[in-house]
Every structure is written in C-alpha cells, then in structure tokens.
Nanobody, 130 residues
Framework: EVRFVESGGGLVQAGGSLRVSCAAS????????IGWFRQAPGKEREGVAC????????YYADSVKGRFTISNDNAKTTVYLQMDSLGPEDTAVYYC???????????????????????WGQGTQVTVSS
C-alpha cells in the first residue's frame, strides 16, 4: 500500500520559515515526480513545487520562486519543502502527491496539475500570522 504522510506545519509569523516533510512508504521516489500542493479555504488546490530526481526536474510556482526550496533525502523516501520569507498568503493546508502521468514535473511551459497526481496525504496546516 502506498502512503504519503505530511508533517512539519505550524504557526509562524510573517517573515519566518518552516520546513514541511513528505514521507512515503510503498513507493520509490526515483520512479515518480513528487509534487507539493497547497489549498487555502475557498480556493483551488495550487501546485507550488515539484522534484523528480531521476530526470533532474525541479519546478516552482511563480508565487513561491526564490522563497521555497524543494529537496529529498539520500534514501529518497522523504521530500522536504523549505519555506522562507513566509507571508499570510502562504497560509494553507500543504499536501504532497506522486505524478502518475509523467516523470518530468510538468509539460513544457506548464504548471503542476493536481489531476495528474495520486496518493495524496492528509496534509499539514501552515498558518502565517501578519
């Protein structure tokens, strides 16, 4: 059984940092692009970052570029999202998932598509106070 578990969320003041983690079991990260998404109340799920180690693909949404950094551990069972310079607009539940449709993070010039992903975890809440 494939299972993703997100952790590391919390409450932080604007300008602060958090690192969230995505731990996987039943799946090898080498075979998949792993995406981080977030969803704020009343908004659609937004793809923010992705890493695909096997093909050297990394993606960041414009909204987080330069502030967020995605990485994985050497065992490739955990993907991290380091979030710096956080603002209230980053408040959301953060989820990770595996892309079942492509090994690259996105199609050329495209962005992360939630419908291409599966094995969603329960999410971890990130709240940024102003």
């Amino acid at each position: 059984e494939v299972r993703f578990v997100e952790s590391g969320g919390g409450l932080v003041q604007a300008g602060g940092s958090l690192r969230v983690s995505c731990a996987a079991s039943g799946l090898t990260f080498d075979d998949y692009a792993i995406g981080w998404f977030r969803q704020a109340p009343g908004k659609e799920r937004e793809g923010v970052a992705c890493i695909s180690s096997s093909v050297g693909s990394i993606y960041y949404a414009d909204s987080v570029k330069g502030r967020f950094t995605i990485s994985n551990d050497n065992a490739k069972t955990t993907v991290y999202l380091q979030m710096d310079s956080l603002g209230p607009e980053d408040t959301a539940v953060y989820y990770c998932a595996a892309n079942l449709m492509r090994k690259m993070c996105t199609a050329a010039g495209g962005n992360l598509k939630a419908h291409e992903h599966a094995y969603w975890g329960q999410g971890t809440q990130v709240t940024v106070s102003s």
